[in-house]
T-cell receptor, first 113, second 116 residues
């Protein structure tokens, strides 16, 4: 079946540090991959996505590359800010459009100044 | 970009009452919408898939008579929590996809339900 595994948090960093949040997946076919971010008390916002192997999604300084050979979609940012503190969810969408997303458990990021 | 709204954002009700939550896609039509429930510090749990013009598909363990879902139009889905009890207190989030082969889903801001 389809599943997503994220690194356990919380992740605590100082401002301007490098960020990596690992995400691996198991899927049949060719899923699309997503990173969503959730700020306290809010819903989920789409951060970036990739729809096929070797695609790189990027937004607001965050990047993730769809690696089919390692079934991974790790999130990275070169220099985090306090405002990046949030919960990050890796998710996949099975091949068929219109099906629900499958989420990882979420990773809490806390950035201090 | 695609925007999904939810109303209300926060609701407090007495045990035994029913609460309706609306989910609207503001600038696109959504054949399919999804309802999730999120417990504190946990991931999202899919409750049901809401299909316009037909019955919702519920996940295993979700009581369809307690969580009534109606998808009356291509831009509106509602979730009614019937005879709410304190254990129904949670954060409810909906999402919608523009369809047409797109797998991207856009999420509403969520509704915090507290049952006293």
């Amino acid at each position: 079946g389809n599943s997503v595994t994220q690194m356990e948090g919380p992740v605590t960093l100082s401002e301007e540090a490098f960020l990596t949040i690992n995400c691996t997946y198991t899927a049949t076919g060719y899923p699309s991959l997503f990173w969503y971010v959730q700020y306290p008390g809010e819903g989920l916002q789409l951060l970036l996505k990739a729809t096929k192997a070797d695609d790189k999604g990027s937004n607001k300084g965050f990047e993730a590359t769809y690696r089919k050979e390692t079934t991974s979609f790790h999130l990275e940012k070169g220099s985090v800010q306090v405002s990046d503190s949030a919960v990050y969810f890796c998710a996949l969408s099975p091949t068929q459009a219109g099906t629900a997303l499958i989420f990882g458990k979420g990773t809490t990021l806390s950035v201090s100044s | 970009g695609a925007v999904v709204s939810q109303h209300p954002s926060r609701v407090i009700c007495k045990s035994g009452t029913s609460v309706k939550i609306e989910c609207r896609s503001l600038d696109f039509q959504a054949t399919t919408m999804f309802w999730y429930r999120q417990f504190p510090k946990q991931s999202l749990m899919l409750m049901a898939t809401s299909n316009e013009g037909s019955k919702a598909t519920y996940e295993q363990g979700v009581e369809k008579d307690k969580f009534l879902i109606n998808h009356a139009s291509l831009t509106l889905s509602t979730l009614t929590v019937t005879s709410a009890h304190p254990e129904d207190s949670s954060f409810y989030i909906c999402s919608a996809s523009p369809g047409s082969g797109s797998s991207t889903q856009y999420f509403g801001p969520g509704t915090r339900l507290t049952v006293l």
